[in-house]
């Protein structure tokens, strides 16, 4: 099965194996599936690993959330100079790696300091993946099928979510707490505690929640041997021939021929170590301020909040905990319904109008749910308000700014560019987890400060895209850089 490709900035056209391009494609995309699935599946096993370790100070309960964020960061800080030095492909199948044993030792761990040391090596795997990942489909993808195929990476971002959800679900429900709604309120909060720690999910069911992870962890490993390193990693180290060969491979010799050309002209003569001053240049770093920027607003967004901390924002709102574990299936599942629609969207729409709805959106949403909660006003209402913007996030920021960080930067620095700008994410990502149990409150009375904090935050993103983002689409990477930094002189 054939398709269409463009070879670059010229009228050449050649036809492209869609079979093979999308199979290595969906192979390095089960990074986004791993990434999804060790991120959100803590969101499930709080309550009961918290009453297993017997965590009770709000810095430590915190902590024990964004330890495997940190681990993000560690991961993202060396992913770039790794990959610009061993490649795309060996480093992913080393983070596949790091997810089936870190998912394992998670599972098996009795302290709770060994539980934050295997979070935060599953975080380091989640930052070479999301990094990585879209990277290499950015690199293999032709031109007009860009945005659908690092799209594709987001798709098994929340795949891994919603599977995450239902897995936690599923064995938490195969024996399930006893009602405790009698034990409701401080006073009987230890006892509390003491019942769900010695209980069925409060001893076994949390450690199987995380171990399930090394299952599609091995499927990634083993995938990752049958793919091809990518061309534009292979002529930067000096592999011209062998990039031409997987070219052929992608495209026919046509296609080989002229996108091997092009990609060795945006390269000029800087083949080789990236010298991370080089982002510091005043053109490199226009760039770099726009892909990071992105990557931060989207975290600052706050729609994360929602995953990370569902069980406070339902609890508050209304919902017992057997409620809960059902209406955070129904997050994942809107998730993966409005990222296939994104998927449908992106590459005819464009990056930029996809951009600007999803911050416009999230800025009245958030507006109107903080005032459901300063007016108490819970229940289905707030339920139907977070799927919304879930929606919103989901067919717009959610996959666009992985997209646009894969293909705003120049060949030559990509590697180390993505990695700061993926290090950025993370640290916003760590900060937003860090301070919403500030912001909401012991008992949900920050509700209304939160969200309208985060509604100020997503109109400031609508007016750098406004301002800073210009449309992608349709363009090659190499287009795009002459776009963003103009011609370069020998």
């Known amino acids: 099965m054939h398709g269409i490709l463009d070879a670059g900035g010229s009228d050449r056209k050649a036809e492209y194996r869609r079979v093979y391009v999308w199979t290595i494609s969906l192979v390095a995309a089960m990074g986004g599936l791993l990434f999804g699935y060790d991120w959100i599946v803590i969101s499930g096993t709080d309550i009961f690993y918290e009453a297993y370790f017997n965590l009770t100070v709000s810095w430590i309960i915190g902590w024990a959330k964004s330890c495997a964020i940190f681990g993000c960061l560690l991961g993202a800080i060396t992913a770039g100079a790794l990959s610009d030095r061993f490649g795309r492909k060996r480093l992913l199948i080393f983070s596949a790696l790091l997810f089936g044993v870190s998912a394992v030792a998670t599972g098996l761990t009795s302290t709770f300091f060994w539980f934050v040391f295997w979070r935060i090596m599953g975080g380091m795997a989640i930052g070479l993946a999301s990094n990585l990942s879209p990277m290499y489909i950015a690199e293999v993808a032709p031109a007009q099928t860009r945005g659908r195929l690092v799209g594709l990476n987001q798709l098994t971002i929340v795949i891994g979510i919603l599977l995450a959800q239902f897995v936690n679900w599923q064995i938490a429900s195969l024996h399930p707490l006893p009602d405790l709604s009698a034990l409701a309120g401080p006073e009987n909060a230890a006892e509390k505690t003491a019942l769900i720690a010695a209980s069925w999910p409060g001893q076994i069911g949390w450690r199987w929640m995380f171990a399930v992870t090394a299952a599609p962890a091995m499927l990634f490993f083993l995938g990752m041997f049958f793919v091809p390193e990518t061309p534009r990693w292979l002529i930067k180290s000096g592999r011209t021939d062998q990039a031409k060969n997987i070219l052929a491979k992608l495209g026919g010799s046509r296609y080989a021929a002229d996108a091997a050309a092009e990609i060795e002209a945006s390269l000029r003569n800087e083949v080789g170590k990236v010298n991370y001053r080089e982002l510091l240049?005043?053109?490199?770093?226009?760039?770099?301020?726009?892909?990071?920027?992105?990557?931060?607003?989207?975290?600052?967004?706050?729609?994360?909040?929602?995953?990370?901390?569902?069980?406070?924002?339902?609890?508050?709102?209304?919902?017992?905990?057997?409620?809960?574990?059902?209406?955070?299936?129904?997050?994942?599942?809107?998730?993966?319904?409005?990222?296939?629609?994104?998927?449908?969207?992106?590459?005819?729409?464009?990056?930029?109008?996809?951009?600007?709805?999803?911050?416009?959106?999230?800025?009245?949403?958030?507006?109107?749910?903080?005032?459901?909660?300063?007016?108490?006003?819970?229940?289905?209402?707030?339920?139907?308000?977070?799927?919304?913007?879930?929606?919103?996030?989901?067919?717009?920021?959610?996959?666009?700014?992985?997209?646009?960080?894969?293909?705003?930067?120049?060949?030559?620095?990509?590697?180390?560019?993505?990695?700061?700008?993926?290090?950025?994410?993370?640290?916003?990502?760590?900060?937003?987890?860090?301070?919403?149990?500030?912001?909401?409150?012991?008992?949900?009375?920050?509700?209304?400060?939160?969200?309208?904090?985060?509604?100020?935050?997503?109109?400031?993103?609508?007016?750098?895209?406004?301002?800073?983002?210009?449309?992608?689409?349709?363009?090659?990477?190499?287009?795009?850089?002459?776009?963003?930094?103009?011609?370069?002189?020998?």
Not at 294 to 308: P, R
Not at 386 to 409: G, Q
Not at 453 to 460: N, T
């Open 281 to 490: 240049e005043p053109r490199m770093l226009t760039v770099l301020v726009l892909g990071v920027g992105l990557a931060v607003l989207q975290q600052f967004c706050g729609i994360n909040v929602i995953f990370y901390y569902a069980k406070n924002v339902f609890q508050d709102a209304g919902y017992p905990i057997d409620a809960i574990f059902v209406n955070i299936v129904y997050l994942g599942s809107v998730n993966l319904l409005f990222t296939l629609v994104a998927l449908g969207i992106v590459d005819r729409v464009g990056r930029r109008p996809l951009m600007l709805l999803g911050f416009g959106g999230l800025t009245i949403l958030w507006v109107i749910l903080g005032g459901c909660f300063a007016q108490a006003i819970h229940g289905l209402l707030v339920l139907t308000l977070v799927l919304i913007a879930l929606a919103c996030y989901a067919m717009t920021l959610a996959p666009v700014v992985w997209v646009l960080i894969a293909e705003i930067f120049p060949n030559r620095i990509r590697g180390a560019a993505m990695s700061v700008a993926v290090m950025g994410l993370w640290i916003a990502n760590f900060l937003l987890t860090e301070t919403f149990p500030l912001l909401w409150g012991e008992n949900g009375e920050g509700a209304p400060r939160t969200f309208w904090i985060y509604a100020g935050i997503c109109l400031i993103g609508f007016f750098f895209v406004l301002f800073r983002l210009t449309e992608t689409k349709g363009k090659s990477l190499e287009e795009i850089e002459k776009d963003l930094l103009g011609s370069r002189e020998d």
